[in-house]
Nanobody, 122 residues
Framework: QVQLVESGGGLVQAGGSLRLSCAASTRSWRTTVMAWFRQAPGKEREFVAQTTWSDEHTNYADSVKGRFTVSAENAKNTIYLQMTSLKPEDTAVYYC???????????????WGQGTQVTISS
């Protein structure tokens, strides 16, 4: 069973930066694709970014392109989400997910972390 543990959330002012981390307990064909999703209060979960352990096939939601960067550190079984120029609308619980298929749909990810809160003040 793969376990994903996120960290790095917090409260920052608009325009600031945060880096989220997601540590995977193991890697297998089931965790070929790693992604970040987020869910704001009263809203549906939405795709943020995805990558593979080789840092290929990165993809971003239009709302975060140019501001967020997803990357993988194989030696630590960890992926990161570097977030810059943060906006109040980025406020959400951010979830790490792992799956075997490149997809922007959460339905294609079989493993999820517990989430980390990101709050951006205006």
């Amino acid at each position: 069973q793969v376990q994903l543990v996120e960290s790095g959330g917090g409260l920052v002012q608009a325009g600031g930066s945060l880096r989220l981390s997601c540590a995977a307990s193991t890697r297998s064909w089931r965790t070929t694709v790693m992604a970040w999703f987020r869910q704001a209060p009263g809203k549906e979960r939405e795709f943020v970014a995805q990558t593979t352990w080789s840092d290929e096939h990165t993809n971003y939601a239009d709302s975060v392109k140019g501001r967020f960067t997803v990357s993988a550190e194989n030696a630590k079984n960890t992926i990161y989400l570097q977030m810059t120029s943060l906006k109040p609308e980025d406020t959400a619980v951010y979830y790490c997910a792992a799956g075997s298929t490149l997809s922007m749909s959460g339905d294609h990810y079989s493993h999820w972390g517990q989430g980390t809160q990101v709050t951006i003040s205006s």
